[in-house]
């Protein structure tokens, strides 16, 4: 099997397994949102049906920790686009929540439903276990609480595991983000309270789906969309919600609007249309482009910056390799700080006229720093 540094110093080997793995970090420096990865790795092995890409951003505050994704991209550069965007994104986030990781993210391009086999899985598990000191993957799309469990059993660095204590992050992630939306409603109209209210919930999986009955136990009114017809109507018998079409889940009236499926919907293009509030919800990259914030501050929209809101799921993951073993307690007690962060990156934002999501990069650039 490869090492590490025979992956760096060579750039492409066949090992005696099928897996190939490649430093691609050169040519992926090209891409949009690069921004100083450290490396980056492709994994391919055409026998098991892996093209997988690991990224690893920034390990200033210890080793890089981020889920796995397996999706199948329209291209390789968009998945490798997505890789870069992802593991940035968890530099951010682990440093904002206090936690002693850094930022990395893996893609692994394939449909989750036709494509991900034992086999697959097995030569991820190689290509991981070449990285198990610099990267720890856990759950993301396309990838579940079994997929980690099986892949934990074959390399350590995997966690949101059964065995390693922490589960599913999925619910963690879903408390955060009801936290944040009290939050930002509170600040937005100065109360919190989400009974009476109306929230849009754009895709009820894993997380969209915990929120949803969370808001809904809070007696708030939801609208949901969903391109897995099922998981609408189970939400309009489950919670009373009202299902409307992915196109017109963005143009919904509302208090809040939760993106809770994929990146990028926030946008030039979708900004004008929104008749929210407030946008908080799971989605990572929710802005398609950064100064897209400015756009939404101009509309009078309070935006909770994606990466502070949903990472309660991380720090639940990151609870997994705690050297004292998994305490759900300080998990719970991390969380409940997650609408407080956001209450001053609001205040903040206030006072000095920026968008909110450049205050959070300020944020995580000072403590990644060493600021505080
Ligand atoms: P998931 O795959 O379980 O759910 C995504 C849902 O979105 C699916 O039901 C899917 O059918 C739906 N969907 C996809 N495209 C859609 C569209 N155009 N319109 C409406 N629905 C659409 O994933 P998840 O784990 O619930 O994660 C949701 C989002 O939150 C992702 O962006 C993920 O990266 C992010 N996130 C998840 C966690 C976690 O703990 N799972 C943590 C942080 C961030």
Same mark, same amino acid.
């Given at each position: 099997?490869?090492?590490?540094?025979?992956?760096?110093?060579?750039?492409?080997?066949?090992?005696?397994?099928?897996?190939?793995?490649?430093?691609?970090?050169?040519?992926?420096?090209?891409?949009?949102?690069?921004?100083?990865?450290?490396?980056?790795?492709?994994?391919?092995?055409?026998?098991?049906?892996?093209?997988?890409?690991?990224?690893?951003?920034?390990?200033?505050?210890?080793?890089?920790?981020?889920?796995?994704?397996?999706?199948?991209?329209?291209?390789?550069?968009?998945?490798?686009?997505?890789?870069?965007?992802?593991?940035?994104?968890?530099?951010?986030?682990?440093?904002?929540?206090?936690?002693?990781?850094?930022?990395?993210?893996?893609?692994?391009?394939?449909?989750?439903?036709?494509?991900?086999?034992?086999?697959? !899985?097995?030569?991820?598990?190689?290509?991981?276990?070449?990285?198990?000191?610099?990267?720890?993957?856990?759950?993301?799309?396309?990838?579940?609480?079994?997929?980690?469990?099986? !892949?934990?059993?074959?390399?350590?660095?995997?966690?949101?595991?059964?065995?390693?204590?922490?589960?599913?992050?999925?619910?963690?992630?879903?408390?955060?983000?009801?936290?944040?939306?009290?939050?930002?409603?509170?600040?937005?109209?100065?109360?919190?309270?989400?009974?009476?209210?109306?929230?849009?919930?754009?895709?009820?999986?894993?997380?969209?789906?915990?929120?949803?009955?969370?808001?809904?136990?809070?007696?708030?009114?939801?609208?949901?969309?969903?391109?897995?017809?099922?998981?609408?109507?189970?939400?309009?018998?489950?919670?009373?919600?009202?299902?409307?079409?992915?196109?017109?889940?963005?143009?919904?009236?509302?208090?809040? !609007?939760?993106?809770?499926?994929?990146?990028?919907?926030?946008?030039?293009?979708?900004?004008?249309?929104?008749?929210?509030?407030?946008?908080?919800?799971?989605?990572?990259?929710?802005?398609?482009?950064?100064?897209?914030?400015?756009?939404?501050?101009?509309?009078?929209?309070?935006?909770?910056?994606?990466?502070?809101?949903?990472?309660?799921?991380?720090?639940?993951?990151?609870?997994?390799?705690?050297?004292?073993?998994?305490?759900?307690?300080?998990?719970?007690?991390?969380?409940?700080?997650?609408?407080?962060?956001?209450?001053?990156?609001?205040?903040?934002?206030?006072?000095?006229?920026?968008?909110?999501?450049?205050?959070?990069?300020? !944020?995580?650039?000072?403590?990644?720093?060493?600021?505080?």
């Amino acid at each position: 099997m490869l090492t590490e540094a025979a992956v760096a110093e060579r750039p492409a080997e066949k090992s005696r397994s099928s897996l190939v793995v490649e430093d691609i970090t050169a040519s992926a420096s090209t891409l949009e949102g690069f921004d100083g990865h450290e490396k980056v790795l492709l994994g391919r092995d055409d026998d098991r049906g892996l093209t997988a890409i690991i990224a690893i951003h920034n390990t200033t505050l210890g080793p890089a920790l981020g889920g796995t994704r397996i999706w199948m991209h329209d291209s390789f550069d968009a998945a490798v686009t997505d890789a870069l965007r992802l593991s940035r994104g968890m530099t951010f986030k682990a440093a904002i929540a206090g936690l002693p990781f850094g930022g990395g993210k893996a893609v692994i391009r394939a449909d989750a439903k036709r494509h991900k086999t034992p086999q697959l !899985l097995d030569a991820y598990a190689e290509m991981l276990a070449m990285v198990r000191n610099r990267y720890v993957t856990a759950e993301d799309v396309g990838m579940t609480l079994a997929d980690a469990d099986y !892949l934990r059993r074959q390399t350590p660095n995997v966690a949101g595991t059964t065995v390693g204590g922490s589960g599913n992050p999925s619910g963690y992630t879903a408390l955060g983000v009801f936290l944040g939306i009290e939050a930002a409603l509170k600040h937005k109209t100065g109360s919190g309270d989400l009974a009476g209210r109306t929230v849009a919930i754009q895709g009820l999986g894993a997380v969209g789906w915990a929120l949803a009955e969370r808001l809904s136990r809070s007696g708030a009114r939801l609208l949901v969309a969903d391109i897995n017809e099922s998981q609408c109507n189970k939400a309009v018998e489950m919670l009373g919600a009202e299902a409307v079409s992915t196109k017109s889940i963005l143009k919904a009236e509302a208090d809040a !609007l939760a993106p809770c499926a994929l990146g990028g919907v926030i946008s030039q293009q979708t900004i004008a249309d929104l008749k929210v509030g407030v946008v908080a919800g799971s989605a990572n990259n929710q802005l398609l482009h950064h100064d897209d914030a400015i756009a939404l501050k101009k509309r009078g929209i309070l935006y909770a910056p994606d990466y502070v809101i949903n990472a309660g799921g991380l720090i639940n993951v990151a609870a997994e390799i705690d050297p004292g073993g998994y305490d759900r307690e300080k998990v719970m007690a991390k969380i409940a700080v997650i609408p407080a962060t956001l209450s001053d990156i609001f205040a903040d934002a206030d006072r000095t006229g920026k968008p909110t999501n450049e205050i959070a990069l300020q !944020l995580a650039m000072k403590r990644i720093n060493g600021d505080r």
